[in-house]
């Protein structure tokens, strides 16, 4: 993990992951420092005052987030799907 994050900028998107493996989750976040930005269903995945939390992303979501995602060389996305809510309108 730790060469991962010395050479890219590197983000998780995460929505839902079961109780037992938000746990896990959650401590793989921790081991690697890697910041995490959820979609509006995956609020509570990763506490929102986590130092490693950015915010929600899309349109009903924070700018923090939404660049994070926007600018990240690596983007691990877990449990969620690449609606227009999140993604935009990608025809224009």
């Not at 938000?22 to 986590?50: A, C, Q, S, W, Y």
């Amino acid at each position: 993990a730790d060469g991962i994050k010395d050479d890219l900028d590197v983000s998780v998107l995460a929505q839902h992951p079961q109780q037992a493996e938000n746990l896990i989750f959650l401590e793989v976040v921790e081991k690697t420092g890697i910041p995490v930005v959820t979609t509006v269903m995956g609020r509570g995945d990763i506490p929102t005052n986590h130092p490693l939390f950015i915010g929600n992303l899309g349109m009903h979501g924070a700018y923090a987030a939404n660049m994070a995602v926007s600018n990240c060389d690596v983007l691990f996305s877990i449990g969620t799907r690449f609606n227009d809510r999140i993604t935009g309108k990608l025809h224009e």
